[in-house]
């Protein structure tokens, strides 16, 4: 099946420091991804849908200038979190999915990002 | 969007087969129903997806119901790598938020 390859998996830094996270379609073509936020014993939170080549599209409440997106390619997407802060420590999960919008999201295995 | 119910959990036999349950009363007739499966720390899972027919697949099977308002994902025979969070999400060519989903737990 499709495989969506997400790095680094964990990360932890000191509260101030910016985090990119990147997430590859290894086996097709990805012309939307889009980036989840998880807390513990929650569910996924959608933070913001790319399409290639156009600036992001953030859900009510994520700050743009705080979560950056970038999305240059049709096979990588990312995403830096800038000036962290231990707020933002959460699960990251990135997913991307081909042309058709009704065929699955295939999703990579998740970054777990700690501020200290 | 249109919304989806699931139990928040539901507990197996090892062995024996699951049904899980899913109403979406609200879908519209171009909704797609879509499962995915979360093991902890790790990204969800595609399991299966549907619009009005009944699907198969290696990893399970969808049953629709005739009006659409609900669904049945079912394990023909659960496994201990099947306790995960099961998601039951509806897609209209649009984007994919997820609910609670129900964790189903699987007894030895």
């Known amino acids: 099946g499709a495989v969506v390859s997400q790095h680094p998996s964990r990360v932890i830094c000191k509260s101030g420091t910016s985090v990119k996270i990147e997430c590859r379609s290894l086996d097709f073509q990805a012309t939307t991804m889009f980036w989840y936020r998880q807390f513990p014993k929650q569910s996924l939170m959608l933070m913001a849908t790319?399409?290639?080549?156009?600036?992001?599209?953030?859900e009510q409440g994520v700050e743009k200038d705080k979560f950056l997106i970038n999305h240059a390619s049709l096979t990588l997407s990312t995403l830096t979190v800038t000036s962290a802060h231990p707020e933002d420590s959460s699960f990251y999960i990135c997913s991307a999915r081909a042309y058709n919008p009704n065929q699955p999201q295939h999703f990579g295995d998740g970054t777990r990002l700690s501020i200290l | 969007d249109a919304k989806t119910t699931q139990p928040n959990s539901m507990e197996s036999n090892e062995e024996e087969p699951v049904h899980l349950p899913c109403n979406h009363s609200t879908i519209s007739g171009t909704d797609y129903i879509h499962w995915y499966r979360q093991l902890p720390s790790q990204g969800p899972e595609y399991v299966i997806h549907?619009?009005?027919s009944n699907v198969n697949n290696r990893m399970a099977s969808l049953a629709i119901a005739e009006d659409r308002k609900s669904s049945t994902l079912i394990l023909h025979r659960a496994t201990l790598r099947d306790a995960a969070v099961y998601y039951c999400?509806?897609?209209?060519?649009?984007?994919?938020?997820f609910g609670a989903g129900t964790r189903l737990t699987v007894k030895p």
């Open positions: 999400i509806l897609t209209n060519n649009n984007d994919m938020r």
């Open positions: 790319s399409n290639e080549g156009s600036k992001a599209t953030y």
């Open positions: 549907g619009l009005t």
